[in-house]
């Protein structure tokens, strides 16, 4: 579901004619969706690896603006500002990321006599640096966490100062963002490594190695107030929205309104927003970030002066196009949304798919998307990516390749809704979230809306091995295997339907076995797992690849692969490899033997592709249990690789600066009787 159109669908006369999008990807193409309904033209950039992208598809013009690392590219200030006089634009909307928050990329933009489509260059200065943005808060009478608000001059200070303030403290980028530059320390060594890794991330990610610190809330929520405002002193706030769902300070799911605000607290907390972004003289969309505790009291983080990642989901509950909205304001319209018309319609949820593989630690994932096939959009279902089936996803870039987002009349609906549309969202090539994404919307904690930013860490401490495989999805797989298996077989034996029925099978699932007998007519049948009947109804093809059924009354979606008797299925979070087995070889297959997987403890291996920042060990070194190996660089995200055993290193097979493939070895442990 797009946003509503709230002025009109053509662009008015006084609003710029042609606008170029400073980014990629996904935010790129929403973008250009509004602009190209406001009858305002389009110039994408791309790089190397975008030449064949689906923003330079979609736009009017697309302009090569050099090499595939965004310091090459996206990051060239000279270059954009070329596209913009190549193609006669005279406007530049920065989405998010890249340069949308550098305060000198926007005074370059104004000083080229264009329209930058984002706040004043002052705004941004102050807001985009932490340590200002904190500052002026305390002074405007917004609430802020605890802490040191000063730049740490080295780790010693680091150490001095957290002992003041009291562990659990936070290291913080000053320039930061997007989660990059953030590490939490519980005591002295994890505050001496979190700063050398907060200011290094922070060097490589945003040219600014600045660090502060403060105190560390525990169980905190993350909740967001959207506010917009004009150059003629109009502002509003657009609610809230809930972004605790976070894995490594990244946000993971995201919705509006948020299950833990009541009116009194959504009102105050708005108007704090407004009172920050009036302190600062804000004019376009924005985002004013608060930490919550448990008792609702709320401290000022952080203000994003720029859309967010997860603006569709304030879209969806107010029918208000944000890009929309910054670019009148941008072209110097009047805000004529007024705040008692901003309402809430409803539940929206958001969330990011990412390539990255949730069940080896979450590691990039990179390569050819040999099949990409999300969800149709509907009025409860929109989709906003960059990717298209058959494109690249390269390591030089951020991993998410779309938003998934769905509406409901109220946050189990929505929830509800989500479940199936990542049920429905085909990938493959590469790996993707989408199992880790499935299994949290219907965690039963996450239902409960009993939310933190520590929830991912809290229910999964031993990291992500699929969704919980209980007995009613089980016996929804199995009566699926059973029914379109029975169909394949009528199929490929060109036996008739009769000859099948009332057959029992046995659908192997790791070490047990499920007797499943089906009695149908084509997709129609009543099936019997386990001695147990289970009615069930296929709404889709029956070789299709996503099937759509209704079990014992409840609609749902699961995809289905097959290879002779062997099935792959992913259904609400969990994906299962099954065998389908006649009745003599259930019988013998508990004695076939099984080859064993082949020993590789002695090596340490990457888990990633990526650039080999540093190597912290050499040939001959005694290696403990959580000692640093190596920091590998992926998709603009600094990993530390950590010993999980004690041992001697006997060989190093890499050198700092190299370029790692995923399973490469990095050193190896000399065995037991190895001199």
């Known amino acids: 579901m797009q946003p509503h159109h709230t002025v009109c669908d053509r662009a008015t006369l006084f609003m710029f004619s042609k606008l170029l999008i400073a980014n990629r990807g996904e935010i790129a193409c929403r973008v250009i969706r509004t602009a190209q309904r406001l009858g305002i033209s389009t110039v994408a950039v791309y790089s190397d690896a975008d030449r064949d992208a689906l923003h330079t598809l979609m736009a009017d013009e697309a302009v090569h603006i050099g090499a595939p690392p965004s310091t090459q590219s996206y990051l060239l200030i000279d270059r954009i500002l070329e596209a913009c006089c190549h193609t006669g634009a005279d406007a530049v909307h920065p989405g998010y990321g890249f340069l949308s928050e550098n305060a000198s990329f926007v005074a370059a933009v104004t000083a080229a006599n264009l329209t930058f489509v984002g706040p004043p260059v002052e705004a941004i200065e102050v807001m985009g640096d932490k340590i200002a943005s904190k500052a002026l808060a305390e002074s405007a009478g917004v609430p802020t966490i605890p802490g040191y608000n000063e730049v740490l001059a080295d780790a010693d200070d680091a150490l001095e100062r957290a002992a003041k303030i009291g562990y659990p403290i936070m290291l913080k980028a000053s320039a930061g963002g997007g989660g990059k530059g953030m590490r939490v320390a519980f005591d002295e060594k994890q505050c001496r490594e979190g700063f050398e890794r907060a200011s290094s991330e922070a060097r490589a990610s945003f040219s600014d190695d600045r660090v502060f610190i403060e ?3 525990t169980r905190p929520r993350h909740i967001e107030i959207q506010v917009l405002a004009d150059a003629h002193g109009n502002a509003i706030h657009l609610n809230e929205r809930e ?3 976070q894995r490594r300070h990244q946000k993971v799911l995201e919705e509006a309104p948020s299950p833990f605000l009541d009116e009194t607290i959504r009102a105050q907390m708005g108007a704090q927003a407004l009172t920050l972004a009036q302190a600062v003289n804000y004019c376009s969309a924005g985002t004013v970030e608060f930490i919550v505790d448990e008792a609702r009291n709320f401290y000022f983080l952080e203000m994003n002066t720029r859309l967010q990642v997860e603006h569709p989901v304030t879209e969806m509950i107010t029918g208000i196009d944000l890009v929309e909205w910054m670019l009148r304001v941008a072209a110097g319209e009047t805000l004529t949304l007024k705040q008692e018309n901003v309402g809430i319609n409803g539940w929206a949820m958001e969330s990011r798919v990412y390539a990255e593989d949730p069940f080896r630690g ?6 050819r998307v040999l099949r990409f096939c999300p969800p149709a959009e509907s009025e409860t ?3 906003d990516t960059g990717v298209t089936e058959g494109a690249e996803v390269s390591l030089h870039y ?5 938003k998934l987002v769905t509406h409901g009349p109220d946050r189990t609906s929505a929830a509800t809704a989500m479940a199936r549309a990542l049920d429905q969202f085909q990938i493959k090539g590469i790996q993707s979230n989408i199992p880790f994404l499935a299994a949290l919307v219907m965690h039963p904690r996450f239902l409960s809306g009993e939310l933190t930013t520590g929830f991912i860490e809290e229910e999964y401490p031993d990291g992500f091995a699929g969704a919980a495989l209980t007995e009613p999805v089980v016996r929804c797989i199995v009566a699926l295997i059973g029914m379109i298996h029975a169909q394949w077989c009528i199929r490929e034996q060109a036996a008739l339907p009769d000859a099948l029925k009332d057959k029992t099978r046995y659908v192997q699932i790791g070490e047990n076995q499920h007797a499943v007998q089906v009695s149908q007519d084509r997709q129609v049948g009543s099936v019997q797992v386990d001695g147990e009947s289970v009615s069930l109804v296929l709404a889709s093809p029956v070789f299709s690849p996503v ?9 749902g979606t699961a995809q289905i692969s097959r290879n002779g008797p062997v099935y792959e299925v992913f259904h609400r979070g969990v994906q299962i490899r099954a065998l389908v ?3 003599y070889a259930a019988k013998l297959y508990p004695l076939m033997p099984h080859k064993a997987a082949p020993d590789l403890s002695h090596l340490v291996l990457s888990p990633m592709p990526g650039l080999l920042v540093s190597l912290s060990v050499s040939e001959g070194d005694e290696v ?5 190996i190596a920091v590998i660089e992926a998709m603009k995200m600094e990993n530390v690789i950590r010993a999980m055993c004690e041992g001697t290193v006997a060989t190093v097979h890499v050198q700092r600066g190299e370029a790692l493939e995923v399973d490469q070895p990095l050193l190896e442990f000399a065995r037991a009787g190895q001199s």
């Open 243 to 245: 972004c605790s769902i």
């Open 624 to 628: 403990k249990v959580g000692d640093e």
């Open 547 to 555: 099937v759509d059924f209704i079990m014992e009354g409840n609609t």
């Open 215 to 217: 105190k560390f809330i």
């Open 581 to 583: 087995l006649e009745p």
């Open 381 to 383: 279902v929109r989709v």
């Open 362 to 367: 979450f590691v990039p994932s990179s390569g």
């Open 398 to 402: 951020d991993p998410m390749v779309a």
